[in-house]
């Protein structure tokens, strides 16, 4: 395969396409926060990182940065996919402050602002994004973490009083992991079962005072320190119980339910499930957040790896004298290419979210246009998916960095060990990881359902909610463009060559409407067979549904870096892009090879080709590595890597040491010949 790229590529052309929709946004962020105080610190105590991010979470606010999402009538922008980019860009400095902010302004703030009506935000909106007041977002439950709708917390209200009961009933009640709870947070966004006249409505939110001004415990409030964790020392996790906490009925965060002071209770929705569901849907700002953030992360680490491995030399080839930069090496190209293949695909896919996620939200919360139930649900599920993958890949990929960086790699000072511990806890929190797969795969099912009719008995399947409208098989204007790829691909398989953008997709497709069906297969089996309960229906099947799941979440991934590419108007930008989403989709084909082998989509030979493709991928975009990190235009401040420098320091030392051995050995062996010449003169 000859290579058709240009010679070079300007990262700025990319760093356009990268930077998409907002990029004001991160322009803004990377002028004004790139000062080194935002980076980490090394080696600070716990309570020292706390005090610094509390202080540098001032900072931030006082920037005026951190009210793009808010309305603007106190002070924001009414931009929510302005406020998840600016947590984009924070995430490339010190995670903690990433977290910090996203508790404060997004999920605090965000639930005041979404699950409240006008007397909560005049009342609160502008001292949270002041940080005037710290707050929490109270809704994790030591032992019901992720199952939110059973929440064992109670809210009940006592209408002699006009108050609200809140109660923590057991230990296993308690809210834990609650960022801002142990030290800052003076109130708390708590959520709860909420009783009125004898009967449970579900859960809701209220907003709580937790702290008096004088920082001790308010009445009836007990909070404790989660203390050190693996990583994110600067934010303060901590554990709040509630003791028949008196809560004034106006703290009711009552946007989707109402309680009058004679205890009724009025909803517009009057589905308790569906109600639980909207109301959860409005905060999905966080998950696409924190998806976001761990992309950041990923793209640190690639960025510092490919950096060092451009600088690091190991092993002189037979003949040479200088070693050889391990980038270089074919099997450092393959830990280091793929993944940067794979963070351009989901970036793309994010940036194709937070979009979505912006138009949504703005029909909604300024436009004030009814919820459309099918788009919430949809976002939902594809906020649930991306979360998924960009979490995991940021896990992985940052593993294999710090593995490519060698022993330097694990010091604290080259940022690689932070990023490990910071970003570890992001596959479980805004939603387990496994539990979020279920949520993408329920979906599909229920799409199936919804396209194709009944599942043959699999309906009365409790764990099947009316969640997604979605399947493979529907074709939006969105996807036009991937529909004609597909329908071009011409005869048979084993005759398309593999860098044909509609086979790559062919594939993709295949794979998930294959492994879907095959659930569906398995599941109407379940249904038929005599005693079996609901519960075993679905678990005997659970690998099958998350893996529907995983390919599903390939598919939307590869059809969004599809899109960003043909958006892309430099020629050589374009040409480039196209060459990386060539290494995404035939990586992600290559590591399942054995599931394409086995359903009759690979012949051996064509499996060879793959990975003999995948190679010729890697040695074409070889000398575009620096390009492809340059392009996310990370200042080299926010890298706060050691590494860098002092590599490029000895590099130089080294080279003008082999040069003067060099020049040592060349004037020894001239002496020597000469000498040589005089001592066979007189024989003459």
């Not at 929709?21 to 002028?31: Q, S």
């Not at 302004?105 to 949270?128: C, M």
Request: aromatic content about 6%; hydrophobic content about 40%; overall charge negative.
């Amino acid at each position: 395969m000859t290579s058709t790229l240009p010679p070079s590529v300007d990262p700025q052309r990319l760093q356009e396409v990268l930077d998409g929709r907002w990029a004001h946004v991160r322009r803004d962020a990377r002028e004004n926060l790139g000062e080194p105080e935002f980076a980490p610190v090394y080696g600070e105590s716990m309570q020292e990182a706390r005090k610094r991010v509390t202080r540098m979470s001032k900072k931030l606010a006082d920037s005026g940065r951190v009210g793009l999402g808010f309305p603007k009538e106190y002070g924001g922008n009414d931009d929510s996919g302005g406020s998840v980019t600016s947590i984009e860009m924070l995430a490339f400095g010190d995670l903690s402050l990433m977290v910090k902010a996203g508790v404060q302004w997004g999920l605090f703030g965000g639930a005041v602002q979404l699950l409240g009506t006008k007397r909560h935000h005049d009342a609160y909106l502008r001292d949270i994004m002041s940080f005037d007041l710290p707050g929490c977002f109270a809704m994790t439950e030591t032992g019901h973490g992720s199952d939110v709708q059973q929440l064992r917390t109670t809210c009940t209200y006592d209408p002699e009083t006009k108050t609200f009961d809140l109660h923590t009933p057991h230990q296993a009640a308690r809210k834990d992991y609650i960022g801002n709870a142990a030290e800052d947070g003076r109130m708390a966004v708590v959520f709860a079962q909420l009783i009125s006249r004898g009967r449970n409505h579900g859960v809701h939110a209220w907003i709580v005072p937790i702290r008096n001004d004088d920082g001790t415990p308010c009445g009836g409030v007990t909070i404790g320190d989660d203390g050190p964790k693996a990583g994110l020392n600067g934010v303060d996790n901590g554990r709040l119980t509630f003791d028949h906490v008196r809560v004034p009925r106006e703290n009711l965060l009552d946007r989707y339910g109402q309680v009058a002071e004679d205890g009724t209770y009025t909803s517009s929705i009057e589905n308790e499930t569906r109600r639980f569901f909207t109301m959860l849907g409005t905060l999905v700002r966080g998950r696409v957040s924190v998806g976001g953030s761990a992309g950041s992360a990923t793209k640190l680490a690639l960025d510092i790896a490919v950096r060092y491995g451009d600088l690091r030399r190991q092993f002189a080839a037979p003949g040479q004298d200088r070693e050889i930069v391990v980038n270089d090496y074919l099997v450092h190209q393959r830990k280091l290419l793929p993944a940067l293949a794979t963070t351009y695909a989901l970036h793309f896919a994010q940036a194709e979210l937070v979009g979505t996620m912006h138009d949504v939200q703005y029909k909604v919360h300024v436009q004030g246009q009814e919820i459309d139930e099918d788009s919430q649900r949809e976002l939902e599920s594809r906020a649930a998916g991306l979360k998924v993958a960009q979490t995991w890949h940021a896990t992985k990929a940052i593993q294999m960095c710090r593995e490519a960086c060698g022993g330097a790699g694990y010091l604290q000072e080259n940022r690689l060990p932070h990023l490990k511990a910071d970003t570890d806890v992001f596959t479980t929190f805004e939603g387990d990881n496994t539990v979020l797969l279920q949520l993408v795969a329920k979906g599909l099912l229920t799409g199936y359902r919804d396209a194709f009719g009944s599942l043959d008995g699999w309906g009365k399947v409790g764990f099947i909610a009316d969640m997604v409208r979605e399947t493979v098989l529907e074709r939006t204007a969105a996807r036009s463009l991937v529909a004609r790829l597909i329908d071009a691909v011409p005869g048979r398989d084993d005759d398309v060559p593999m860098l044909d953008r509609g086979w790559q997709l062919k594939l993709f497709e295949f794979r998930e409407k294959h492994t879907l069906e095959g659930a569906i297969r398995r599941l109407r089996k379940n249904a038929s067979t005599d005693g079996m309960e609901p519960f075993d229906m679905f678990n005997s099947v659970q690998d099958h549904v998350l893996r529907t799941a995983q390919t599903h979440i390939d598919r939307i991934v590869l059809e969004a870096f599809v899109a960003a590419i043909d958006s892309a108007t430099d020629a050589d930008a374009k040409a480039l892009l196209d060459r990386v989403c060539d290494l995404y989709a035939l990586s992600t084909i290559e590591q399942d090879k054995g599931w394409f082998l086995e359903h009759g989509q690979l012949t051996p030979t064509r499996a060879k080709t793959l990975t003999a493709t995948v190679n010729q991928l890697l040695k074409e975009l070889r000398p575009h590595m620096r390009t492809l990190v340059d392009a996310f235009a990370i200042p080299d401040a926010w890298l706060a890597c050691r590494i860098l420098e002092e590599e490029e320091g000895r590099q130089e030392t080294m080279a003008v040491h082999d040069a003067e051995v060099r020049t040592g050995a060349e004037g020894r062996q001239a002496s020597k010949e000469s000498a040589t010449d005089l001592e066979v003169a007189p024989a003459q």
